[in-house]
T-cell receptor, first 114, second 110 residues
Framework: DTAVSQTPKYLVTQMGNDKSIKCEQNLGHDTMYWYKQDSKKFLKIMFSYNNKELIINETVPNRFSPKSPDKAHLNLHINSLELGDSAVYFC?????????????FGQGTRLTVV | QKEVEQNSGPLSVPEGAIASLNCTYSDRGSQSFFWYRQYSGKSPELIMFIYSNGDKEDGRFTAQLNKASQYVSLLIRDSQPSDSATYLCAVPYNTDKLIFGTGTRLQVFP
């Protein structure tokens, strides 16, 4: 039983396309996140949602639009993909906002823009 | 100054030795500190967390925290080749986001 699951695991697409990554957690957590990990392995927070409400938007281009239909799901839609968007995107969840508790990560989505 | 800083490594240690991984942070108000391990191609997983000054031991792992110096470290005793991974220090900021360091790559050679 996967706690935090993302799909797809790999995504290869051309510049200018629009793509979505889906994330679901079955832990009953209130808070979900999107992180971007670049080629140098730096893990940077992008968005945070608490009970479907956006609480953090870390100056991410507005081509990235998260959507949380319920607190168990947080999807990421990316418009007009650029070469620099190539990275591994991780979804994560924690019991509550504040992160003073363990964050569980999905397996990651490796996005390659060509 | 970066919010959370780590030496990127690689840190190479022989099997059986103690590996020492260090992390400094800039926010004096931080209350909790996390160490994650990330194997190549995998997602980060929590291995230790520490809230209080001093040492916290869990098996072969010891986390050390010095809030006055804004310094947290992770010691791995009896290092094994299976410990070879990137170790990420993480610190919550403003109580609502977890900031990661750049990670230290550890290589344990037989």
């Amino acid at each position: 039983d996967t706690a935090v699951s993302q799909t797809p695991k790999y995504l290869v697409t051309q510049m200018g396309n629009d793509k979505s990554i889906k994330c679901e957690q079955n832990l009953g957590h209130d808070t979900m996140y999107w992180y971007k990990q670049d080629s140098k392995k730096f893990l940077k927070i992008m968005f945070s949602y608490n009970n479907k409400e956006l609480i953090i938007n870390e100056t991410v281009p507005n081509r990235f639009s998260p959507k949380s239909p319920d607190k168990a799901h947080l999807n990421l839609h990316i418009n007009s993909l650029e070469l620099g968007d190539s990275a591994v995107y991780f979804c994560a969840s924690s019991q509550w906002a504040g992160m003073n508790t363990e964050a569980f990560f999905g397996q990651g989505t490796r996005l390659t823009v060509v | 100054q970066k919010e959370v800083e780590q030496n990127s490594g690689p840190l190479s240690v022989p099997e059986g030795a103690i590996a020492s991984l260090n992390c400094t942070y800039s926010d004096r108000g931080s209350q909790s500190f996390f160490w994650y391990r990330q194997y190549s191609g995998k997602s980060p997983e929590l291995i230790m967390f520490i809230y209080s000054n001093g040492d916290k031991e869990d098996g072969r792992f010891t986390a050390q925290l010095n809030k006055a110096s804004q310094y947290v470290s992770l010691l791995i005793r009896d290092s094994q080749p299976s410990d070879s991974a990137t170790y990420l220090c993480a610190v919550p900021y403003n109580t609502d986001k977890l900031i990661f360091g750049t990670g230290t790559r550890l290589q344990v050679f037989p």
